[in-house]
């Protein structure tokens, strides 16, 4: 079986897409090592998720509540 493929357009647009517990909590993490503020949209409450919001807080960085799915986390920096 072959398949032959033209190039196409350009795709422009957005999309929404529901949360997701590990992409949450990677998010909560990477945020808090850059420097400077990350806003995260579709974040997803979950128990363990706050755990881990909470556990960031802990060590100083400062996390806004999420809100409906989103939440603001200014980053320490990597040796915050």
Known sequence: MHFYLDPGGS???RIR????KSMSHRA?????IAEGRTTVSGFLEG???LAT??????????ITD???G???ID???LRG
Do not use: K, N, W, Y
């Not at 909560?28 to 808090?32: E, F, N, T």
């Open 28 to 32: 909560i993490m990477l945020g808090s």
């Open 66 to 68: 999420p809100q409906s």
């Open 17 to 20: 897409v529901p949360g997701d």
């Open 53 to 62: 919001l909470s556990a960031f807080r802990e060590m100083g960085v400062e």
């Open 75 to 77: 980053g320490a920096g």
């Open 11 to 13: 795709l422009t647009g």
């Open 47 to 49: 128990e363990d998720v």
């Open 70 to 72: 989103r939440l603001t």
